[in-house]
């Protein structure tokens, strides 16, 4: 029997029930059904005495095949888990920070998904210029000067905050329209914040696919994700914007060439969103991994997968510290 801890969203604790489309209650319900004491908690609960991490915890129990939490908190020092997952979602502000510094104390026995130097490091948005081939073209400016010269030179663009997630803040820009310098302005809170600015690909059209990494690999269960509501880009997760797909040769390579850079990082899971074989974004603070729609699709448990594959790699890192 092994403790996990998973650091959830405040808005998952406050409904905490199993909701299906919610990848965090997966991977409780997945430990718990394996026998393990699951425990949840909050960034903000994090704490420290010294140099030795602790956290107000809250376990878990299934009942009825749903799952619940105690009422009532329990202080655990965070060394005595065996694997933590840090899933809050973004934006990735000042508190989002602190935290992973808190978990930066957390002993290295303990397997931390993602490392909190990688959460606090590492940009979901800038992070794909690390991959330079399989990208597409972009800057990042709070400039008007340089935004509109990009604007100008690809014709249509897509401008994206660099701290916030499923796809709020978001804009579409061509040079035809008539709002420019309000939507630039709206963008970059009056050109005082950075953008990323990324080119059009009109293959959005047709959805993103949103590629699943775990330890390393990159599963063979995708799903394309498809705009909603006259939108161009994916915001309503439900049953109509949701596809089964394949991957392509081309996106099967694009786990040959993330792993090494992502093993270096500590980053363990992630989620890739690719257009025509180009990334626009690698999600590591929270990805969803689409698992009901996924077992649904695919007639599979992909909920079991996913924590064999993690279990497997933890397990061969901890015999790799033992050995040293």
């Known amino acids: 029997m092994k403790n996990i801890l998973i650091v959830i969203d405040d808005i998952e604790f406050k409904y905490f029930e199993f909701n299906k489309l919610v990848t965090n209650f997966w991977f409780v319900y997945e430990y718990l059904r394996r026998e393990n004491r699951v425990f949840i908690t909050l960034k903000n609960e994090l704490f420290q005495k010294r140099n030795i991490p602790y956290a107000l915890v809250f376990e878990t129990h299934i009942v009825n095949n749903d799952i619940i939490k105690e009422k009532e908190a329990k202080i655990k020092c965070l060394n005595d888990f065996d694997t933590i997952f840090f899933r809050p979602d973004p934006p990735v502000d000042i508190d989002y920070i602190n935290a992973s510094y808190v978990l930066s104390y957390v002993s290295e026995d303990v397997f931390i998904i993602n490392k909190p130097s990688a959460i606090r490091n590492i940009n979901e948005k800038l992070y794909v210029n690390e991959f330079q081939d399989i990208i597409p073209d972009n800057i990042v400016s709070a400039d008007e000067k340089i935004i509109k010269e990009f ?135 929270s990805p969803c991994f689409f698992i009901k729609e996924i077992n649904e699709f695919y007639n599979i448990n992909f909920e079991r997968i996913i924590t064999d594959k993690i279990e497997s790699y933890s397990n061969a890192l901890k015999s790799t510290l033992i050995t040293i």
């Open 151 to 285: 604007l100008f030179e690809k014709k249509e663009i897509i401008i994206k905050p660099l701290n916030r997630c499923f796809g709020s803040g978001v804009f579409y820009l061509n040079d035809k329209d008539k709002n420019i310098n309000a939507i630039l302005s709206n963008a970059t809170n009056n050109y005082k914040t950075q953008v990323m600015v990324q080119e059009y690909l009109p293959q959005v059209i047709e959805g993103d696919k949103r590629l699943i990494y775990v330890c390393g690999e990159i599963f063979e269960y995708c799903t394309r994700k498809i705009a909603s509501n006259n939108d161009f880009k994916f915001n309503e997760h439900n049953s109509n914007t949701l596809k089964p797909t394949q991957l392509t040769q081309k996106e099967k390579e694009i786990e040959n060439i993330v792993k090494d850079k992502f093993e270096k990082d500590g980053i363990y899971t992630a989620g890739l969103d690719v257009i025509d074989g180009k990334i626009i974004e690698i999600n590591i603070t």
